[in-house]
């Protein structure tokens, strides 16, 4: 695996490679999750070039930038592993060459909901580093994790508005054997804290569960705001999966609801999702 640190050599070898790449942007601390991404990736590409880069702009809160886990060894050793081709370090010196960058990609409608709701800028800091990286790369296809359902879909717009040829693909968020979902994160979570947090993805399918069965938005709302009692919640919502609105009971059900939430656990935030399609709709 050969491993590079400036945007000059990513440049170059994206020269060597064009449109054969499959790009996996991360930001380090890697678990399976994340490897399952390279799987797709080596199964769709000729090459696989994975990044970590944790990025400052997109942290709304110093604090939790400073405690984001860092294990660069680990990281290599499991993409030597996984058969990456190329990995990406660089500095952020090589990432914002002029200090904080003031460009900002804005779409306030799918910003201001759920995860952008409380974190300023946050999904704009997203947005302007995956733009970086596709500028330089220009991969074929770019693989995002559904975990990070809203960031899916911001990135998807952004590629089209500003005719990125990168196809992005979304992959399914892959679960512990308990149902948390996997989480750079959760090493942050002390041994109760851990055995909380399954409670999060029991309260989703929960939800999931109430829909299917009634069809009512308002039953599969209440479902989830019982079950979720136990944590400090900063948002828990169901909402049309297409344009993030939230839905209220009795207007027209959209093609798939995504049931999301984030709450607080040892002080550490955890997001989770699920989708369902409505019996009434078929796709």
């Known amino acids: 695996m050969e491993v590079i640190t400036t945007r000059h050599a990513l440049r170059e070898y994206a020269a060597r490679h064009s449109q054969k790449i499959g790009f996996v942007p991360t930001m380090g601390y890697l678990h399976e999750g994340h490897l399952s991404l390279v799987e797709r990736a080596k199964a769709q590409n000729e090459k696989v070039v994975v990044s970590i880069f944790v990025n400052p702009t997109q942290f709304n809160d110093p604090k939790d930038f400073e405690k984001y886990p860092v294990d660069e060894a680990h990281d290599k050793e499991l993409l030597e592993r996984a058969g990456v081709d190329l990995l990406f370090m660089p500095s952020r010196g090589n990432i914002f060459s002029e200090g904080n960058p003031t460009i900002r990609i804005q779409y306030p409608h799918l910003m201001d909901k759920l995860c952008g709701e409380k974190r300023a800028g946050h999904f704009e800091g997203v947005l302007l580093i995956v733009h970086n990286l596709f500028m ?148």
């Not at 041994?191 to 999931?208: E, K, P, T």
């Not at 479902?223 to 948002?235: G, M, T």
């Open 136 to 283: 330089w790369l220009n991969p074929a296809r770019a693989y995002f994790g559904l975990k990070d359902y809203q960031q899916y879909l911001l990135v998807q717009k952004m590629a089209r508005d500003l005719e990125f040829t990168t196809e992005i693909v979304g992959c399914p968020l892959l679960r512990e054997k308990d149902g948390l979902a996997m989480s750079s994160r959760n090493v942050r979570l002390s041994s109760a804290g851990r055995q909380q947090a399954v409670g999060i993805s029991q309260a989703l399918f929960s939800s999931r569960s109430v829909f299917q069965e009634t069809q009512s938005v308002r039953a599969a709302a209440d479902a989830l705001r019982q079950e979720l009692a136990q944590f400090e919640v900063e948002y828990a919502t169901l909402s049309n999966a297409e344009t993030l609105e939230t839905l209220e009971e009795g207007t027209p059900l959209p093609k798939k609801i995504l049931i999301a939430v984030a709450v607080f656990v040892d002080g550490v935030r955890l997001i989770d999702n699920v989708l369902v399609v409505p019996h009434a709709i078929s796709i």
